[in-house]
């Protein structure tokens, strides 16, 4: 009878997260795919007809499939970007002393408490024709340069916004490095570069691969801020399923375009997710 009790008990323990993933995350994505495969009409709304018109709309048509293509572009490059200042970041955190590591790691999470919707707003004024962006290219004699509702100005805000989630996960796994291996790097005659290349990089992969799938996955799915910074003609595919819903009431497109993002998504981030532990179980043995 304990023996059957205490089988029982790890389900029991799971089953409040198990349901509310259900209540929160399953069921919305599948009336979300049962959406997508409904007739739509202009004149009577939705309609409880099936089709497969809508994906076969946005798979032809080169309006969804360039934006789709801005999307994962601007999310593959602002994880690079996070990836290559985050890193390096994160190094210099793990070697810092009380009290400079808790100032600096305050300062790197301090910003997440801080609403997307504003942290946005506070780039568009920086960034605006009459920003201090542009008042400072004005004092150099550069002229005023259009930043403001570019991919440029996209990127340069969710680097910012994204940021904490690659710093955090590289730090946790240098908190596991013990520094006396890349020592024994420097005695044994490697340089710093190759110490941190042959020593250090392969010991925090994983961290950079948790990092680099946050980034892409928030930056591929990122609203607010291609929104307030791209404007109504630089669409992503967040901003065009909130189009397709809010504006052309086109229900059964928007859930049908936000699930081949959805889908899209998982595959490069499973397919990435191989490739780094395949890359780094052969360093690592």
């Known amino acids: 009878m304990s ?4 089988g029982t008990t790890p389900w029991l323990l799971a ?15 599948v ?15 939705v309609k409880d007809e099936t089709t497969l018109s809508h994906y076969a709309t946005i798979l032809s048509d080169s309006y969804f499939l360039n934006i789709f293509w801005r999307t994962l572009r601007l999310a593959a490059l602002t994880t690079l970007i996070c990836a ?50 542009n008042e400072a ?20 805000a969710l680097v910012h916004v994204m940021l904490p989630f690659m710093v955090i996960p590289v730090w946790t796994s240098l908190q596991k490095l013990d520094p006396m291996v890349e020592a024994a790097a420097w005695t044994l005659g490697a340089s710093r570069f190759t110490a941190l290349r042959r020593v250090v990089l392969p ?22 801020i291609p929104a307030l910074l791209g404007g109504r003609r630089l669409k992503m595919a967040a901003t065009l399923v909130y189009d397709e819903y809010m504006h052309e009431l086109n229900w059964p497109l928007g859930a049908a375009i936000a699930i081949l993002v959805l889908v899209i998504n998982l595959v490069i981030m499973l397919a ?7 890359r780094a179980r052969r360093t690592l043995g």
């Open 3 to 6: 023996s059957a009790r205490a």
């Open 15 to 29: 089953a409040p997260g198990a349901l509310l993933f259900t209540a929160l995350v399953v069921v919305p994505l």
């Open 31 to 45: 009336l979300t795919l049962v959406l997508s495969f409904h007739v739509y009409d202009t004149a009577s709304g």
């Open 84 to 133: 290559m200042i985050g890193a390096p970041e994160a190094y210099i955190l793990s070697r810092m002393r009380e009290p400079w590591r808790s100032i600096f790691l305050l300062a790197i999470i301090g910003p997440l408490l801080v609403s997307v919707v504003v942290r946005a707003f506070g780039w568009s004024m920086l960034l605006g024709p009459t920003g201090l962006v």
């Open 137 to 156: 290219f004005r004092a150099l004699g550069l002229g005023t340069v259009k930043i403001l509702y570019t991919e440029t100005a996209i990127v340069i």
């Open 203 to 224: 010991q925090v992969t994983m961290g950079l691969l948790s990092g680099s799938l946050v980034v892409f996955g928030l930056s591929a799915s990122a609203f607010a």
């Open 272 to 278: 990435y997710q191989r490739v780094v532990e395949a």
